[in-house]
């Protein structure tokens, strides 16, 4: 059974950073793709970023010089420092393995002004 459990969200001021954990379990982590999506309240989910499991990585434009994601296979975990942060960033924010299609639960994060 694969598990996504993500972490480190919580109630930030405007201009403030957060770094968000997802920790995998039950999955070849390494050779996995993995993405960050963000859902805000009564819209749809939306891509944040993504990293390849050979290091490459994307970026929705909203993110972009902001946002940084990152992998430690070591640790089975992957992250997103999230810098500067809006109150349009807040929602609750997910992380995706692209081999097998798993989500985690969620992380939310509040950006207040």
């Known amino acids: 059974q694969v598990q996504l459990v993500e972490s480190g969200g919580g109630l930030v001021q405007a201009g403030g950073s957060l770094r968000l954990s997802c920790t995998v379990s039950g999955s070849t982590f390494g050779n996995n793709a993995f993405s960050w999506y963000r859902q805000a309240p009564g819209k749809e989910r939306v891509f944040v970023a993504f990293i390849s499991s050979g290091l490459s990585t994307n970026y929705a434009d909203s993110v972009k010089g902001r946002f940084t994601i990152a992998r430690d296979n070591a640790k089975n975990t992957l992250f997103l420092q999230m810098n500067n942060l809006k109150p349009e960033d807040t929602a609750v924010y997910y992380c995706?393995?692209?081999?097998?299609?798993?989500w985690g639960q969620g992380t939310q994060v509040t950006v207040s002004s």
């Open positions: 995706y393995a692209h081999r097998g299609a798993y």
